[in-house]
């Protein structure tokens, strides 16, 4: 089982930035894929983006596309979220999730496919 914390989280202006982290604990990070998700209040947690263990391979929902990107260090056991160009509407937690054992993720995984979910950072846009 990986334990992912969560941090980088805060308030912040309207089309300002945020870098969101992710560590990870156990040996298997490095051989699965990693993703963020978000859930504002009353709302589903949502897919945001997700990055294949090729680092090569990202994929994002089309609310953040040209505005966040996703990276990994696996030396380091971390994933990151970088957050530009911020709106009110990206308020939520925002969750880091670790993928099950051999899925190569595509344009649109979904919950089911992530075995291991961080506590959440919450990230307050003011307008």
């Known amino acids: 089982q990986v334990q992912l914390v969560e941090s980088g989280g805060g308030l912040v202006q309207a089309g300002g930035s945020l870098r969101l982290s992710c560590t990870a604990s156990?040996?298997?990070?490095?051989?699965?894929?990693m993703g963020w998700f978000r859930q504002a209040p009353g709302k589903e947690r949502e897919f945001v983006a997700v990055?294949?263990?090729?680092?090569?391979?990202?994929y994002y929902a089309d609310f953040v596309k040209g505005r966040f990107t996703i990276s990994r260090d696996n030396a380091k056991n971390k994933v990151y979220l970088q957050m530009n160009s911020v709106k009110p509407e990206d308020t939520a937690v925002y969750y880091c999730?670790?993928?099950?054992?051999?899925?190569?993720?595509?344009?649109?995984?979904?919950?089911?496919?992530?075995?291991?979910w961080g506590q959440g950072t919450q990230v307050i846009v003011s307008s």
């Open positions: 999730a670790s993928g099950k054992a051999g899925i190569s993720f595509g344009s649109h995984p979904g919950k089911a496919d992530f075995g291991s």
């Open positions: 156990g040996r298997t990070f490095s051989s699965t894929g």
């Open positions: 990055i294949n263990r090729n680092v090569f391979s990202t």
